[in-house]
């Protein structure tokens, strides 16, 4: 089967195999591959693209051991450490977004999984969010139960992030305190309640190809539409600091395959775009069709109005749609 074969096969409803996928991984026409993921995603999502962007609202003392996080307990990364954000504060952010005519926004907490009380504070923020301005709503707060999940979904939260990270064969050498199986717990409630899910994981954290796809895999299998794709950023003081970088062809490579893969999804840009910029041109022609813009959590992210004319210069307009 050739890469040409295959691309006119998932442009007509066709799933590949693993194997499959794991020849266009290793096929020497990156050029070629590259062409038929970006055909790919034109066939599906035309010109349409996604923005998004997320505030920080509770940073710092997270109890889980995941290696690559600036905000676990366990690492001495000097990361600023604070409890549940004002009101007002999120209230600017969410207006300076919606003013730019960024799609989404999302607020953010370190932890586990959000407690009880904390949510409390935060569930009469998106109310104030949803009356100010036209966004629509995400939220990424951990492990939460169903009943948590359900009230966010109540209050007009339409979308939530919870990321797989990496693959299942590889999670346990990253993280020991949570499990890969709870977070697909968490996603199955999401999606039972009605919400819609963001899930993806971190290119560069020691795993090999063949575990990037099998993410892949299992992101289709749960039916994911929104799959951010991270660039690990080695932090000073987490274990994975130091980590060599992933090469330019690998990112392009797992871009291309993802969009294979998952032919009608978003794959979004995301953490780790400082490390990409060179090649942020190709990555659009390659299959991306989405991006989290602004500041991003504890990482210095992207300014907005330059992704937004960067965005309409190679060809899409950005929408403002409940996708």
């Known amino acids: 089967m050739t890469i040409s074969e295959l691309k006119e096969m998932v442009m007509q ?7 499959e996928a794991m020849y266009l991984c290793n096929t020497s026409d990156k050029d070629e591959l590259f062409k038929a993921a970006g055909e790919i995603r034109d066939r599906f999502s035309r010109d349409k693209f996604d923005t998004c962007s997320i505030m920080n609202a509770r940073s710092g003392k997270c109890s889980e051991n ?4 600036s905000q676990s307990a366990h690492h001495n990364t000097g990361v600023t450490e604070y409890d549940i954000v004002d009101k007002n504060e999120v209230l600017v952010q969410a207006k300076q977004n919606d003013k730019y005519g960024v799609n989404r926004f999302s607020l953010v907490t370190s932890g586990k999984a959000l ?11 998106y ?16 492990l939460l139960k169903k009943d948590q999940l359900q009230k966010l979904k ?5 979308h939530y992030h919870c990321n797989l990270e990496t693959s299942q064969s590889y999670f346990d050498k990253l993280c020991t305190t949570h499990s890969f199986e709870q977070k697909i717990q968490t996603i199955k409630w999401a999606q ?13 954290m020691g795993e090999t190809m ?12 749960l039916g994911i539409k929104s799959i951010p794709i991270n660039i690990l950023n080695p932090i000073e003081g987490t274990p994975l600091a130091g980590t060599d970088q992933v090469t330019d062809d690998e990112i392009l490579t797992v871009i291309a395959v993802f969009r294979f893969i998952n032919p009608d999804a978003y794959l979004r ?16 022609k390659t299959g991306i069709n989405a991006a989290l813009v602004g500041d991003l959590l504890t990482t210095i992210g992207s300014d907005v109005n330059t992704d937004f004319n960067n965005f309409k210069e190679a060809g899409f307009n950005t929408c403002r749609e409940n996708l």
């Open 13 to 19: 409803g066709y799933s590949i195999t693993f194997d």
């Open 66 to 69: 995941c290696k690559w996080c």
């Open 115 to 125: 407690d009880n009380t904390r949510l409390e504070k935060l569930l009469p923020i």
């Open 127 to 142: 109310d104030e969010i949803k009356r100010e301005t036209d966004l629509h709503m995400c939220a990424s707060m951990g």
């Open 154 to 158: 109540d209050r007009g939260v339409g």
């Open 192 to 204: 039972e309640v009605g919400l819609k899910v963001c899930s993806g994981g971190i290119i560069g």
């Open 210 to 221: 063949q575990q990037r796809i099998e993410m892949a895999f299992e992101l289709k299998k």
């Open 269 to 284: 840009f995301a953490g780790g775009r400082d490390q990409i910029k060179h090649i942020e041109d190709k990555a659009l």
